[in-house]
């Protein structure tokens, strides 16, 4: 029922930042237009507001006219930045459940696993968001798609494996 209300009610979520303590850009996905340069300006300025925040203070920064709501999880803090009167919870409910996907897909996902994988975690976020806005609310129906995206990647790589083994013959 939470979420339903999130999808309604929620406007726009303009970029989403996954970043280590280390102040290493581990994921980024844009929903509204910036330069390559104001991209990494942001980057920058961000890693260097959420990362000297003391863990006592609460997880909203405002920033240049916008909202940005982020929550740290072991060593990466998800960042998500919205319009000024947007509902902080509602996003903050949305990087719960996005932390989740990824825990019941990689089972306790860790840095290692979106450094390594990052082709997954961009797809779980395009499987939850669209354009900024929440599309699938369900985790099964998320881990679902996932699993027939994967069964289809593994069919192709058969595939490939078995032309390659055929050509392969071919030429000896």
């Not at 000297?52 to 920033?63: A, D, M, Q, S």
């Not at 909202?67 to 072991?74: D, G």
């Not at 976020?125 to 099964?140: H, N, V, W």
């Not at 058969?158 to 000896?172: D, P, R, V, Y």
Request: proline share 1%; glycine share 4%; net charge positive.
């Amino acid at each position: 029922m939470l979420m339903m209300m999130i999808a309604t009610s929620l406007r726009f979520i303009h970029f989403v930042l996954l970043i280590s303590r280390q102040g290493k850009v581990r994921l980024t996905k844009w929903y509204s237009p910036y330069s390559q340069k104001e991209r990494s300006k942001v980057i920058r300025e961000l890693s260097g507001v959420i990362l000297t925040r003391g863990p006592k203070l609460c997880n909203f920064v405002e920033w240049r006219g916008l909202k940005v709501v982020y929550k740290r999880y072991a060593s990466l803090y998800f960042c998500m930045c919205i319009d000024q009167d947007d509902n902080e919870l509602e996003v903050l409910e949305i990087i719960h459940h996005y932390v989740e996907i990824l825990d019941r897909y990689f089972g306790s996902v860790c840095e290692l696993d979106l450094i390594f994988n990052f082709h997954k975690a961009y797809y779980i976020l395009d499987e939850l968001l669209i354009a900024g806005e929440l599309q699938e609310s369900s985790k099964k129906t998320v881990a679902r798609l996932i699993a027939a995206q994967d069964s289809l990647v593994e069919t192709a790589k058969e595939q490939a494996s078995s032309i390659s083994n055929i050509i392969a013959q071919a030429t000896k």
